[in-house]
């Protein structure tokens, strides 16, 4: 995984692919408040397009930009907004996404061993209600290119439960080989508890939706 620029290091165009523990926001750019209001404007226009502007136009160049020009420029100004915001909730969703497409395989590994566990101590609250890696890149790019017209906060619920699982798997993992790959172990450990403040995140956006204050 690459390690985020510093912030002295000059941007790219794109940003590189982020995993859902690099979800501490870069700095450098424009004025601040005018990227805040650009991302949650974009937030806008793909979930709830309907009310994201009162330009029809600006929604719909919006949305173009997620299908033309790549979900990673309009990521890139999402990812230094707060957790509890659309635009926040919207950076952790294409994050997971990433991860996901970027490891497959791992994330598979990781998925089953927490989906094992949970099954077995019921240690994870909402497993039944959790998405296939499948599943999650789906929902991700229906809600990332605005065509999503499920409920949202359901779709926050069931990726904050998939963090969760992949987390238990994680640390499942990381007991078994802490003998033999300390280390290893310890990034694993690392790894699942940032998944586990990824999944609280989630579940606090799913909760404001609900009362109408996530924005």
Not at 8 to 34: C, M, Q
Not at 79 to 104: I, K, M, N, V
Not at 207 to 215: A, I, N, P, Q, V
Request: with cysteine; charged share 25%; aromatic share 6%.
């Amino acid at each position: 995984m690459n390690d985020r620029p510093a912030s002295t290091a000059p941007r790219p165009h794109k940003p590189l692919p982020f995993a859902p523990i690099d979800f501490e926001p870069f700095e450098g750019g424009g004025d601040p408040a005018r990227i805040s209001e650009a991302a949650h404007l974009a937030a806008r226009a793909l979930v709830h397009s309907d009310q994201a502007s009162n330009d029809p136009e600006v929604t719909k160049r919006l949305v173009s930009l997620a299908d033309d020009e790549g979900l990673e420029e309009i990521a890139e100004i999402w990812a230094a907004s707060p957790a509890q915001s659309l635009p926040g909730a919207l950076w952790r969703l294409y994050a997971l996404r990433t991860a996901t497409l970027q490891d497959p395989e791992g994330i598979s590994i990781f998925f089953q061993a927490g989906q094992q566990k949970a099954q077995v101590a019921h240690a994870v609250a909402g497993v039944a209600a959790s998405a296939t890696a499948e599943e999650i890149i789906t929902m991700s790019n229906a809600i990332l290119s605005g065509a999503f017209d499920g409920d949202f906060d359901v779709a926050l619920n069931r990726t904050a439960a998939f963090c969760r699982v992949i987390a238990l798997g994680q640390a499942t993992l990381a007991t078994e080989r802490e003998a033999a790959h300390p280390e290893h172990a310890s990034k694993l450990t690392k790894k699942a508890h940032q998944l586990v403040r990824t999944a609280e995140d989630l579940e606090g956006a799913a909760k404001s939706w609900r009362k109408g204050e996530l924005d």
